[in-house]
């Protein structure tokens, strides 16, 4: 689906209510990491 802002969004209202959350750290550092490299590539050269 690619709603990556969304999905960070959800990952970090998911750590407010439990910090120990490993899985969602892991998860939301993927979803930036999309986001991330998805913008290197729309850039115009």
Known sequence: ????????Q???NALAM???FA???NNRG???SKICHKSEYS???
């Not at 689906?1 to 960070?8: D, T, V």
């Open 1 to 8: 689906m690619e709603k990556y802002e969304n999905a960070i």
């Open 18 to 20: 439990n910090p120990n």
């Open 23 to 25: 899985e969602a750290y």
């Open 30 to 32: 993927l979803a930036r």
């Open 10 to 12: 959800l990952f970090d």
């Open 43 to 45: 850039l115009p050269y």
